[in-house]
């Protein structure tokens, strides 16, 4: 598994051509899911976890923990995405917004479990100064192909017979 910085690692751009692919549009499908990080803390800190809601926050569609919750500027934290398997079809994309007060945000994409389609996983890495002490918001983001025909989705066709 990859690690990754968060915030204060500098990104290099990675650039893809492709001549004959139209970008691929993705929309947020659930509400605003929200994991805080405590970054230059002296002791690893338990997990922290939240539920994951529809766009309209009515429908639990899953869970995200980051273990640990904080820890040592250098501490990798471990997001994990649990996708209700009802909803699972519909997540075409996981990513994570790390945002820090003073730090512009950095966006990361999750990675699919290859057995298990919904499990998300990413390794990051907390980055600070000497002495600084903050905390980190990570706000989930399930997205879904706009477009797309999501099997057992709602006016996908798919009479579940």
Do not use: K
Request: charged share 25%.
């Amino acid at each position: 598994m990859r690690r990754r910085g968060l915030l204060g690692l500098c990104l290099l751009p990675l650039v893809a051509t492709t001549c004959d692919e139209a970008e691929v549009e993705y929309e947020q499908i659930n509400g605003t899911d929200l994991l805080s990080i405590e970054v230059g803390v002296d002791d690893l800190l338990d997990s922290v976890s939240t539920e994951l809601s529809s766009n309209t926050g009515a429908v639990v569609v899953g869970s995200a923990t980051a273990d640990p919750g904080g820890g040592p500027a250098g501490t990798t934290h471990t997001v994990s995405v649990v996708v209700d398997a009802d909803y699972a079809d519909q997540v075409d994309l996981v990513r994570v917004i790390a945002r820090a007060d003073g730090r512009e945000a950095v966006e990361f994409s999750l990675s699919q479990d290859a057995f298990d389609e919904s499990i998300w996983v990413l390794e990051i890495e907390s980055f600070a100064t000497d002495g600084e002490i903050r905390t980190d918001t990570l706000a989930v983001e399930l997205l879904d192909v706009v477009g797309d025909t999501d099997p057992g989705a709602e006016g996908s066709g798919d009479t579940g017979d």
